[in-house]
């Protein structure tokens, strides 16, 4: 079993900057792709930005520039640091870990972004 915590959302004005954190516990294995998602009301969640165990980043184009991922394998962690805020980065940002075929979710942070 697996279980994500995250921390860190909350409201800010569009061009604000907040830090997300991740913090996996459980049966971690060493090779494992960590990030953040997104789902916006109405809407699918979505990628945001990922990092594999070795580095490897995957970021979505809409958040490049702008956001930065970051992991420490040592402890289990995975951070989001969104700067440039707008208000279409409004939604619920889930933590995420795949690992050995499986997925585990976290609860979910709520980000709001205002005009």
């Known amino acids: 079993q697996v279980r994500l915590v995250e921390s860190g959302g909350g409201l800010v004005q569009a061009g604000g900057s907040l830090r997300l954190s991740c913090a996996a516990s459980?049966?971690?294995?060493?090779?494992?792709?960590m990030g953040w998602y997104r789902q916006a009301p109405g809407q699918q969640r979505e990628l945001v930005a990922t990092m594999t165990s070795s580095g490897i980043t995957n970021v979505a184009n809409s958040v490049k520039g702008r956001f930065t991922i970051s992991r420490d394998n040592s402890k289990n962690t995975v951070d989001l640091q969104m700067n440039s805020l707008i208000p279409e980065d409004t939604a619920v940002y889930y933590c995420?870990?795949?690992?050995?075929?499986?997925?585990?979710w976290g609860q979910g942070t709520q980000v709001t972004v205002s005009s």
């Open positions: 459980g049966n971690i294995f060493s090779i494992n792709t």
């Open positions: 995420n870990i795949r690992q050995s075929l499986r997925t585990a």
